[in-house]
């Protein structure tokens, strides 16, 4: 269900049949959850940045940008260093903006797993809508680490089977191979054909990526790998108000950064760890 100013919205004819802007508004209008706007402006937002997710998801699947745990993360050292905990930070001077787009330019310089991915995707999905100057001003101290987030990027999370294109998802492999535990889930952008964009395995069907994920089950295992419930989705609402200038954004917060060393983790694991952030040593 859609709502703009408290009206249930009713008409898809301003998007053609079979584009990704009516693909999507489809998908609200028949889910359960309701997609709340206080302006058309706010909309058409939301549907331009979830189109720019998809399209950067499919552009890092081309980069070729590897999977690699993060003892072995590389990234382009003219524009990041990479960390001991094999994070990428911004090098002083740096645009961001400059620097996210080289990942997508330059991918066969880096390597990172499916958590740091993600990340990738949404920063470059906002700086493609929101362009380079507001970008800067927004991010202007990356770093790039499993699920870190700048507080202006605004993930949050929630549950639901009805996903949406632009959706980020978790393919959870409850009994991993402790051999191989990079695979122990997939972080997956949900795309507007029914496949997902999984750093590491590529663009897949469900069925698919389970399968995948099944390979790399421990011998003992019981239990099948499954698509979770878990959606994570960016600030659209918050995003929308920076870039129509309507929203007074306070000082810049400043963020903690958890190194946890488990690849491919899903979002709301991250969130415990931060919330458990005395279990681990902070980043310098």
């Given at each position: 269900?859609?709502?703009?100013?408290?009206?249930?919205?009713?008409?898809?004819?301003?998007?053609?049949?079979?584009?990704?802007?009516?693909?999507?508004?489809?998908?609200?209008?028949?889910?359960?959850?309701?997609?709340?706007?206080?302006?058309?402006?706010?909309?058409?937002?939301?549907?331009?940045?979830?189109?720019?997710?998809?399209?950067?998801?499919?552009?890092?699947?081309?980069?070729?940008?590897?999977?690699?745990?993060?003892?072995?993360?590389?990234?382009?050292?003219?524009?990041?260093?990479?960390?001991?905990?094999?994070?990428?930070?911004?090098?002083?001077?740096?645009?961001?903006?400059?620097?996210?787009?080289?990942?997508?330019?330059?991918?066969?310089?880096?390597?990172?797993?499916?958590?740091?991915?993600?990340?990738?995707?949404?920063?470059?999905a906002v700086l493609q809508v929101i362009g380079a100057a507001k970008f800067d001003q927004l991010f202007p101290?990356?770093?790039?680490?499993?699920?870190?987030?700048?507080?202006?990027?605004?993930?949050?999370?929630?549950?639901?089977?009805?996903?949406?294109?632009?959706?980020?998802?978790?393919?959870?492999?409850?009994?991993?191979?402790?051999?191989?535990?990079?695979?122990?889930?997939?972080?997956?952008?949900?795309?507007?054909?029914?496949?997902?964009?999984?750093?590491?395995?590529?663009?897949?069907?469900?069925?698919?990526?389970?399968?995948?994920?099944?390979?790399?089950?421990?011998?003992?295992?019981?239990?099948?790998?499954?698509?979770?419930?878990?959606?994570?989705?960016?600030?659209?609402?918050?995003?929308?108000?920076?870039s129509l200038q309507r929203h007074s954004r306070p000082e810049k917060l400043k963020y903690m950064v958890v190194?946890?060393?488990?690849?491919?983790?899903?979002?709301?694991?991250?969130?415990?760890?931060?919330?458990?952030?005395?279990?681990?040593?902070?980043?310098?």
């Amino acid at each position: 269900m859609i709502q703009i100013s408290g009206v249930p919205f009713q008409s898809t004819q301003a998007w053609p049949v079979g584009s990704i802007e009516r693909t999507i508004v489809d998908r609200m209008m028949n889910s359960s959850s309701s997609f709340e706007y206080r302006s058309m402006n706010e909309q058409q937002f939301e549907l331009e940045l979830r189109r720019s997710i998809i399209r950067s998801a499919r552009l890092l699947n081309q980069s070729n940008a590897a999977f690699e745990v993060f003892e072995r993360s590389r990234s382009n050292p003219v524009f990041w260093y990479t960390t001991r905990y094999g994070g990428f930070q911004l090098r002083p001077g740096v645009r961001p903006s400059i620097a996210i787009d080289d990942i997508y330019r330059n991918g066969h310089l880096y390597g990172f797993e499916c958590a740091t991915a993600m990340i990738i995707v949404y920063y470059y999905a906002v700086l493609q809508v929101i362009g380079a100057a507001k970008f800067d001003q927004l991010f202007p101290d990356l770093y790039l680490y499993s699920w870190n987030f700048d507080p202006d990027l605004a993930l949050n999370t929630g549950f639901t089977n009805q996903f949406i294109p632009g959706d980020v998802v978790y393919f959870n492999n409850p009994q991993f191979n402790p051999q191989t535990p990079e695979w122990r889930g997939v972080n997956a952008v949900v795309l507007e054909d029914g496949t997902y964009y999984g750093h590491g395995m590529g663009i897949m069907r469900a069925e698919q990526m389970i399968a995948s994920l099944n390979e790399s089950r421990a011998p003992w295992s019981t239990q099948p790998a499954y698509l979770t419930n878990m959606v994570t989705r960016p600030g659209f609402t918050y995003l929308a108000n920076v870039s129509l200038q309507r929203h007074s954004r306070p000082e810049k917060l400043k963020y903690m950064v958890v190194e946890h060393n488990e690849s491919s983790i899903s979002f709301d694991r991250y969130v415990y760890y931060l919330n458990n952030s005395h279990l681990f040593e902070e980043s310098p």
